[in-house]
């Protein structure tokens, strides 16, 4: 099993529709969880970090399941800038914070 | 905002040759990472380091690599001897010191091995 794996897409979707990512890990020891977001040949920057409360931020919404080992990211009215790579990232068990990434979800916005 | 920096920001080389790939990181982080990304796939986990030691590193980082911090800024990955398939993107990144904090990554390195 992969230790975190994401449906790669792509999705396409128009402006304004709402889309849901979803992302399992295998570890159930993990401690910390995010979404980054990746353009073309570009560097992985954070989105927002995953609670397991829920969490929001503006269009995004961030949820983990840690009994199913699941993560989900939400995004409500799609803008053309959304247009990216997103990335499922669990940090590993150990303290040494590193991050294991999945392969990304690609998701295209068109007018 | 600070960043971390990566210099350079494209290497090309020849198998069998070292590379060094540099990276600035934020000035008040105490952890620091190489992770790389071969094209189309996924980013891959190297090396963590902290108090001037490797505090973790993956089955990738093999004896061809090692790292470095020899000053207080300069953050430094090392490939003695570059194969084919080393060529990748290599991002550096850092954080300060809660393990669940977030990882600035920088804008990367194209290593292409010919």
């Known amino acids: 099993r992969k230790e975190v794996e994401q449906d790669p897409g792509p999705f396409n979707v128009p402006e304004g529709a709402t889309v849901a990512f979803n992302c399992t890990y295998s570890n159930s020891a993990s401690q910390s969880f995010f979404w980054y977001r990746q353009d073309c040949r570009k560097e992985p920057k954070l989105l927002m970090s995953?609670?397991?409360s829920g969490n929001e931020d503006g269009r995004f919404t961030a949820q983990l399941n840690r009994a199913s080992q699941y993560i989900s990211l939400l995004i409500r009215d799609s803008k053309l800038s959304d247009s990216a790579t997103y990335l499922c990232?669990?940090?590993?068990?150990?303290?040494?914070?590193?991050?294991?990434f999945g392969q990304g979800t690609t998701l295209q916005v068109k007018p | 905002e600070p960043e971390v920096t990566q210099t350079p920001s494209h290497q090309v080389t020849q198998m069998g040759q070292e590379v060094i790939l540099r990276c600035v990181p934020i000035s008040n982080h105490l952890y620091f990472y190489w992770y790389r990304q071969i094209l189309g796939q996924k980013v891959e986990f190297l090396v963590s380091?902290?108090?001037?030691?490797?505090?973790?590193k993956s089955e990738i980082f093999d004896d061809q690599f090692s790292v470095e911090r020899p000053d207080g800024s300069n953050f430094t990955l090392k490939i003695r001897s570059t194969k084919l398939e080393d060529s990748a993107m290599y991002f550096c990144?850092?954080?300060?010191?809660?393990?669940?904090?977030?990882?600035?990554f920088g804008p990367g390195t194209r290593l292409t091995v010919l």
């Open positions: 380091f902290y108090n001037n030691e490797i505090s973790e």
């Open positions: 990232v669990v940090g590993g068990s150990g303290n040494t914070g590193k991050l294991i």
């Open positions: 990144a850092s954080r300060t010191v809660t393990s669940t904090d977030t990882q600035y």
């Open positions: 995953v609670y397991s």
